[in-house]
């Protein structure tokens, strides 16, 4: 198995945005949101995402741009070695990093 590589946007309207990458263990069935609670648990504790029901679909809290596509991070599975990019929704006002203000 090779590790997942994520592109992900860090920053805010004050320091600017840029994208950072960060190389995750890939795991059988891993969420794009798992992947970016590994981060948070391994790498930065200040990655900052929006989510609340975790793969029910329901809160659309983490809906990001996944390769320029509107997705939910945490029902979208990673594959083996797979290169992505992680950015806010263009749609929401922009907080920090993944972070964006629900309506
Ligand atoms: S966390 Fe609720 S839809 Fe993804």
Redesign the pocket.
């Known amino acids: 198995m090779s590790p997942i590589k994520l592109n992900i946007v860090r920053g805010d309207e004050a320091k600017g945005r840029n994208f950072i990458e960060y190389e995750i263990p890939y795991s059988e069935g891993i969420s794009l949101?798992d992947a970016i609670f590994w981060i948070r648990e391994h790498v930065d504790s200040s990655l900052s995402v929006r989510?609340?029901?975790?793969?029910?679909?329901?809160?659309?809290?983490?809906m990001a741009m996944v390769d320029g596509k509107v997705q939910?991070?945490?029902?979208i599975r990673a594959s083996d070695g797979q290169k992505v990019s992680i950015e806010p929704l263009k749609s929401r006002q922009w907080v920090k990093d993944l972070t964006t203000v629900m309506e």
């Not at 939910?72 to 029902?75: D, G, R, T, V």
């Open positions: 949101l989510y609340s029901c975790r793969s029910a679909n329901a809160c659309k809290e983490c939910y991070l945490c029902s």
